[in-house]
């Protein structure tokens, strides 16, 4: 089964990697149920460490590509034939202009996503929402842990549009430059209004009431780009 894997550069992001795995899935001519190498032969082929592998996956996972059985393996999914965006890699300086840019683009693309998943949404995704949120709230001190959630439940309205390519999209966004706007959203921003804000969306997906949810994502949003403007580069400058 290594026969058409190629090591993938240390240095490459996750993202990268799902593109590969896509490749291959194609290649191989894979069909949906066919199950996948294991993840230890995979990381092993692909040259690259669990974590990283695992979390291409999950970025797979989320569009549909595969399908992760816990104890029964990785298999491919309905959607293993639909468009990977991949993340891009960026290697200037990050600054507020460019985050300020991020948020006023994920205000349409999130926004149109919620107001879909009011509608499509099933119980399964607004169940997986509220767990996101309770481990949120779980870990309102763990600043690794309450982003990651944070991300994930923006993520899954968005998969939860049913919009392959609004899906894509806010993977790709949540993903860039989290690192930097956890640090300011630490300085600035309130973890607890922030998670408020959250339940509030959820509310308004299981009430499936468009324009409420619509209407809470956008005052979240630009709640976030509120408090981006307030940053101050030069008083607060970023980590190296």
Not at 66 to 72: D, T
């Amino acid at each position: 089964m290594s026969a058409g894997f190629a090591p993938v550069q240390k240095s490459n992001l996750a993202d990268d990697l799902a593109d590969r795995l896509v490749q291959l899935i194609r290649a191989r001519g894979y069909q949906p149920g066919d199950r996948l190498p294991s993840i230890m032969e995979m990381a092993r082929s692909f040259g690259v460490g669990h974590p990283t592998l695992r979390e291409a996956l999950k970025k797979l996972e989320s569009m549909g590509v595969v399908e992760i059985r816990h104890g029964a393996g990785v298999y491919v999914g309905s959607g293993h034939n639909r468009l990977l965006v991949s993340n891009p890699v960026f290697g200037g300086e990050v600054s507020k202009k460019l985050l300020l840019d991020l948020v006023e683009a994920r205000i349409p693309i999130e926004t149109t996503a919620v107001t879909l998943a009011a509608t499509a949404a099933t119980e399964e995704h607004l169940d997986r929402m509220a767990a996101l949120l309770a481990r949120a709230e779980a870990n309102m001190d763990n600043d690794a842990v309450l982003s990651e959630a944070n991300m994930a439940f923006h993520r899954e309205i968005a998969v939860a549009s049913g919009n392959l390519v609004l899906a894509q999209i806010q993977e790709v966004l949540t993903q860039l430059f989290s690192r930097e706007q956890r640090v300011i959203l630490g300085i600035y921003g309130s973890r607890e209004k922030d998670h408020r804000e959250h339940l509030g969306i959820l509310d308004a997906l299981r009430r499936r009431d468009a324009g409420l949810a619509e209407e809470r994502m956008k005052t979240h949003l630009e709640g976030v780009r509120d408090v981006l403007l307030r940053w101050d580069p030069e008083k607060n400058p970023l980590p190296a």
